[in-house]
């Protein structure tokens, strides 16, 4: 019974990512550049499920804030209801839940369209493995900027993406994209030899 059930699964998968790659296609999006000095609200995707992320997460968007930048946290939660963690979250952090995605892992849930419809100057996805609901909602995002995993799934979608090994962790994978941002916008003679917009950060 597993057996198939991962075989249904699989199989589920592949036709919602052949969906999803059609779906993103035709998003209309003003497409900017990496600057993040001139960014003023950031996206951030993130998986909500355990307490150190979720810990990490509101560190991160403190050190946004600091920086004058105005970060805005979307998170799933991997169970039907939110963990007890979650009440020490800020107003500005959203969340949605398992039992809200439909039988093919879309989103379903006015937190996510909203998210979805932001025109984020940046949106950053910060996992390190995919998640259809999480990628889903970077796939279809109105930002300006989308940032996420060389390797993800949805790399398609991305305008900068960063390759990563099993021994990063989401601390070093976070600042790491802050990081190189600030040293693009001070390097304007780089030697990049660019592909549409992509840049490529090996961690």
């Known amino acids: 019974r597993h057996a ?5 699964d699989k199989i589920k998968l592949s036709f919602a990512m052949m969906q999803l790659k059609q779906h993103a296609s035709a998003i209309k999006r003003d497409r900017t550049s990496p600057d993040i000095h001139r960014a003023g609200c ?4 993130y998986n909500a499920s355990d307490r150190d992320t979720f810990e990490f997460i509101r560190g991160f968007c403190k050190d946004l804030k ?27 952090a959203d969340y949605f839940f398992k039992s809200q995605v439909n039988w093919m892992q879309k989103p ?23 998640i259809y609901p999480l990628d889903y909602v970077a796939a279809v995002s109105k930002a300006g900027l989308k940032i996420g995993r060389a390797d993800s799934a949805v790399a398609f979608c991305y305008d900068m993406t960063f390759k990563i090994d099993e021994k990063t962790d989401l601390k070093a994978f976070a600042y790491t994209i802050i990081h190189y941002l600030n040293q693009l916008n001070h390097d304007h003679t780089s030697n990049h030899k660019r592909k549409r917009s992509s840049h490529y950060y090996t961690v």
Request: glycine share 4%; charged share 25%.
């Open 108 to 130: 379903k849930s006015a937190v996510v369209e909203n998210f979805i419809d932001e025109p984020f100057d940046i949106l950053i996805n910060l996992t390190l493995e995919d």
């Open 66 to 92: 600091e920086s004058q930048k105005l970060p805005v946290s979307l998170g799933y939660i991997d169970f039907k209801d939110a963990l007890s963690f979650h009440a020490l979250a800020r107003p500005e």
């Open 42 to 45: 950031i996206g951030i995707l």
């Open 4 to 8: 198939i059930m991962t075989v249904i």
